[in-house]
């Protein structure tokens, strides 16, 4: 999609008017940078150091049921890596674009009602869907950009733990590139588009950000799933899981696109 000069701009002060708000960024980057680097951290060390008669090694053992831990050559360490890193993990991932993406168009969308700019905006000589469009834009390269910055900064640290305790490198499977490339924008357009949907009714940021918790839910879901043993995030589910995911926020950011007009934000 390509953007004219004017809709540029209401990017740029989109992403400046969150940036400029310092507990509002630092927010949205330390939780994410939480569940991106300590707890994957946490995780390794217990792999890498702990002795496999400990209590924490046996009960990350009890992950690896389906897996011949006699087969000649095997790395019972380096698999329990492989399955945290590649499985377990991602589901904190899950989480981190649907954050990011329900701060930046709650603080776009409703924050503009709060701030009572909206009329100001809607004056610009743009249409409505430009406008419309600029603003998504907006979060969804916030969001994008939280995500892949945490990715980056859970790589080196998890790899440079590794490293330290184990002597090795274990790179990041073909599932975190479904997830990157795939799930994570397709989640930022399901949250973008739940708060664009309530910007009519919502009076305050707060409102909207209560109103997005539900779409966290199902992920709670999968979470306990995976610790139970009943879920299992192969590639096969996460590229079933992608292409739902972005159908869904497609035919959600369609709707929301119909129902943004004059009348109803300006309820």
């Known amino acids: 999609m390509m953007f004219n000069k004017g809709q540029i701009t209401i990017i740029k ?23 991106a680097v300590v707890i994957p951290a946490v995780f390794v060390l217990i792999i890498g150091l702990a002795p496999e008669d400990s209590a ?39 989480m981190i674009p ?13 924050g503009e009602k709060e701030k009572r700019t909206l009329e100001t905006l809607l004056y610009c000589p743009l249409t409505l869907g430009q406008t419309f469009n600029a603003k998504i834009a907006a979060s969804f390269l916030l969001s994008q950009f939280i995500s892949l910055l945490s990715f980056f900064v859970m790589t080196v640290v998890v790899q ?24 994570s924008p397709a989640l930022s357009l399901i949250a973008i588009s739940m708060i664009v949907r309530g910007s009519a ?7 909207s950000y209560q109103k997005s918790v539900f779409l966290v839910l199902p992920l709670f879901v999968l979470l ?13 589910f996460l590229i079933g899981l992608g292409i ?24």
């Open 56 to 94: 924490d090694f046996q009960e990350l053992l009890a992950l690896l049921q389906s897996v011949d831990i006699n087969e000649p050559g095997f790395n019972l360490r380096e698999a329990l890596l492989s399955l945290v890193l590649n499985e377990f993990i991602l589901i904190f991932f899950l």
């Open 98 to 110: 649907v954050m990011a993406a329900t701060i930046t168009a709650a603080s776009s969308f409703v």
């Open 13 to 35: 002060k989109d992403i400046r008017s969150i940036t400029a708000n310092k507990n509002l960024f630092w927010v949205m980057l330390i939780v994410p940078l939480f569940m």
């Open 201 to 207: 009714k919502a009076k305050s940021v707060e409102e």
């Open 160 to 183: 440079l733990i590794i490293w330290l305790t184990m002597g090795t490198l274990l790179l990041p499977g073909l599932s975190w590139l479904v997830l990157m490339a795939l799930i």
């Open 244 to 267: 739902a995911c972005a159908i869904i926020g497609v035919v959600m950011l369609r709707r929301s696109s119909a129902n943004f007009h004059y009348e109803r934000l300006l309820l």
């Open 224 to 236: 306990g799933g995976q610790f139970t043993g009943t879920v299992s995030l192969g590639i096969g």
